[in-house]
């Protein structure tokens, strides 16, 4: 396994990865690896020659009142982990390989960024699509891999790959959960020993109103008040929502077409995010 701080090091690695015309993967991440990203990792083993992950906590998609330097960063366990995972080529940029001290230009999403987390994360997918852009310019990849859980981020790339021509396919790898359904996320170590049982409100939310759907419930108000009922045991839900798996637009009752259901929730002072996805 390569380990690669610098751009023109990175370029020289995916050109000979490359010969023969073999494909490259790419699983973007913020380090702090867990089985989600794992899983993604392995989507890219099956499908592709070569696979790259990156490690980059990425300034711009932080707001100010995000503690950026609070995120949770492991290096070394992250190294064994991809190693273990058969990773070939991990590449963990400085700040300034990615944002040079003049850097001004940015890629700015659309309608897509608006709902949901956008409502209360100013700028956060702006930031998110410019360093997913800047990283698929920098390795080049065929295909690349990202996690259902972040589901709008999910939307906004393959629209940005699709918007500004990038010849990569996008994959969404189903959220993996710990055994008892909490989605995984690097913020779940945040959770006090009082507080995880509560984060189960929210799953335990998603899943009772995926069952009403597969049961045959396609009234949208209903839906989203059977997962609410769960909901109420956190802390502060941020939101709840039932939209169009497209548009990212609330979803029309009743449900005839792929809606998912969204939720931000905090338990204590940690933000979590899940969703389910209803395809009738
Ligand atoms: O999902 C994440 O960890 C980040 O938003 C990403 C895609 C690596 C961009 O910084």
């Given at each position: 396994?390569?380990?690669?701080?610098?751009?023109?090091?990175?370029?020289?690695?995916?050109?000979?990865?490359?010969?023969?015309?073999?494909?490259?993967?790419?699983?973007?991440?913020?380090?702090?690896?867990?089985?989600?990203?794992?899983?993604?990792?392995?989507?890219?083993?099956?499908?592709?020659?070569?696979?790259?992950?990156?490690?980059?906590?990425?300034?711009?998609?932080?707001?100010?009142?995000?503690?950026?330097?609070?995120?949770?960063?492991?290096?070394?366990?992250?190294?064994?982990?991809?190693?273990?995972?058969?990773?070939?080529?991990?590449?963990?940029?400085?700040?300034?390989?990615?944002?040079?001290?003049?850097?001004?230009?940015?890629?700015?999403?659309?309608?897509?960024?608006?709902?949901?987390?956008?409502?209360?994360?100013?700028?956060?997918?702006?930031?998110?699509?410019?360093?997913?852009?800047?990283?698929?310019?920098?390795?080049?990849?065929?295909?690349?891999?990202?996690?259902?859980?972040?589901?709008?981020?999910?939307?906004?790339?393959?629209?940005?790959?699709?918007?500004?021509?990038?010849?990569?396919?996008?994959?969404?790898?189903?959220?993996?959960?710990?055994?008892?359904?909490?989605?995984?996320?690097?913020?779940?170590?945040?959770?006090?020993?009082?507080?995880?049982?509560?984060?189960?409100?929210?799953?335990?939310?998603?899943?009772?109103?995926?069952?009403?759907?597969?049961?045959?419930?396609?009234?949208v108000?209903?839906?989203?008040?059977?997962?609410?009922?769960?909901?109420?045991?956190?802390?502060?839900?941020?939101?709840?929502?039932l939209v169009d798996a497209?548009?990212?637009?609330?979803a029309?009752?009743?449900l005839?077409r792929p809606g998912a259901l969204?939720?931000?929730?905090?338990?204590?002072?940690?933000?979590?995010?899940?969703?389910?996805v209803l395809?009738?």
């Amino acid at each position: 396994m390569q380990i690669i701080t610098r751009l023109p090091e990175l370029r020289r690695a995916i050109r000979s990865a490359r010969k023969g015309y073999k494909s490259v993967g790419f699983v973007p991440t913020m380090g702090y690896l867990h089985h989600g990203h794992l899983a993604l990792v392995e989507a890219s083993r099956k499908q592709c020659y070569t696979t790259v992950l990156s490690i980059f906590v990425n300034p711009k998609q932080f707001g100010l009142n995000e503690d950026l330097g609070n995120h949770p960063r492991d290096f070394e366990r992250d190294g064994r982990l991809c190693r273990d995972a058969a990773v070939a080529i991990v590449f963990a940029p400085d700040v300034w390989e990615v944002y040079p001290a003049e850097f001004e230009t940015s890629v700015e999403p659309g309608e897509l960024a608006q709902p949901l987390c956008g409502a209360f994360r100013p700028g956060h997918f702006r930031g998110v699509a410019t360093v997913v852009c800047k990283l698929f310019n920098m390795v080049q990849p065929d295909v690349a891999f990202f996690g259902q859980k972040d589901f709008q981020q999910c939307a906004i790339v393959r629209r940005m790959a699709i918007d500004l021509n990038f010849p990569a396919q996008i994959v969404t790898v189903p959220t993996v959960r710990e055994p008892d359904g909490l989605a995984m996320s690097s913020r779940n170590r945040y959770l006090g020993k009082q507080e995880r049982p509560r984060a189960l409100a929210i799953s335990r939310g998603l899943f009772t109103a995926d069952a009403e759907f597969r049961a045959g419930e396609r009234d949208v108000a209903k839906l989203i008040s059977s997962a609410m009922r769960h909901l109420k045991e956190v802390d502060r839900v941020q939101y709840l929502e039932l939209v169009d798996a497209d548009t990212l637009k609330p979803a029309a009752s009743p449900l005839n077409r792929p809606g998912a259901l969204c939720a931000a929730a905090y338990i204590g002072s940690t933000r979590l995010i899940d969703n389910v996805v209803l395809t009738p």
